[in-house]
């Protein structure tokens, strides 16, 4: 009889940006429910930048100690030759692909230079590149191999900042990347949907990841401006988004796609 529990034994899942953070999270729910996961990240070392601690020395064993396999590739997901070396050697090591996340990127310049009338053309050459570009990319190498299949689960990870724009503007090449995250998410699972394949996306509030509490947001100064602000009255953890991860990429989401869901606690509310 089969595992309730395991509800994705067999089937194989890359996680972008896994080394860490949600991405870490990810991949072990993921392997939790039984899936093999493919790690990929720019460093497997990448939790040691904001001092988050593992109970390995990489996510690669700490998915392999939940009774399933793993691959760690490091890999820079902008480049368009290392993203098709590395599924090549994921279709080469499983023979297939049952899901994609593209969660690498993040908001990673300064939101003091943000502006949207004036943030410098290098940041959002950059921000572009990093949140939506490596998500392009790695949809349209797994989208052979899913179609060959005839079946697939895509989700790539937006952003509440995607949704709604900052009062006064600031951080505007981050929002503008994450919304055509969300916009590319419809277009491909309008493409997609006739070979099997689902495509989503998951669009994170204000989530208490390793990277977000080294820069403050678990002070209690932040939580003291944001925790009104959310009808839950409180900061997301990893496990929040990985839980619905888990609906997107399990049977319970098998008539959705092209959708947004935003887990933010009701931050967003339209």
């Given at each position: ?128 590149d990093v949140n939506l570009m490596d998500t392009i990319l790695c ?130 509310l339209f």
């Open positions: 009889m089969e595992n309730p529990t395991k509800k994705l034994a067999g089937k194989v899942a890359l996680v972008t940006g896994a080394g860490r953070g949600l991405g870490r999270a990810y991949a072990l729910h993921l392997a939790r429910l039984g899936a093999d996961v493919v790690v990929n990240d720019i460093s497997m070392q990448a939790h040691q930048e904001y001092g988050e601690e593992l109970n390995a020395d990489a996510v690669t064993e700490e998915v392999e100690a939940l009774g399933v396999r793993s691959l760690g590739i490091e890999c820079d997901a902008t480049d368009c030759d290392q993203v098709a070396a590395m599924f090549a050697e994921i279709e080469g090591t499983f023979g297939r692909l049952d899901i994609l996340v593209n969660n690498a990127g993040g908001s990673l310049r300064g939101n003091e230079r943000s502006a949207a009338s004036d943030a410098p053309e290098g940041d959002f050459r950059y921000i572009m949809c349209q190498a797994a989208a052979p191999i899913m179609k060959r299949q005839g079946s697939g689960k895509i989700v790539n990870i937006g952003s509440q900042a995607g949704m709604q724009a900052q009062i006064g503007g600031r951080g505007a090449p981050y929002s503008v990347s994450k919304a055509a995250v969300i916009q590319y998410t419809r277009l491909l699972a309008a493409e997609l949907g006739p070979y099997g394949i689902h495509v989503n996306c998951m669009s994170p509030g204000w989530i208490l990841s390793s990277r977000a509490i080294a820069q403050g947001r678990a002070s209690a100064e932040t939580r003291a401006r944001l925790e009104p602000q959310i009808a839950l009255g409180r900061l997301g953890v990893p496990e929040d988004c990985a839980r619905v991860l888990e609906f997107l990429v399990t049977d319970l989401s098998d008539y959705v796609t092209g959708q947004c869901i935003t887990v933010c606690g009701g931050y967003v």
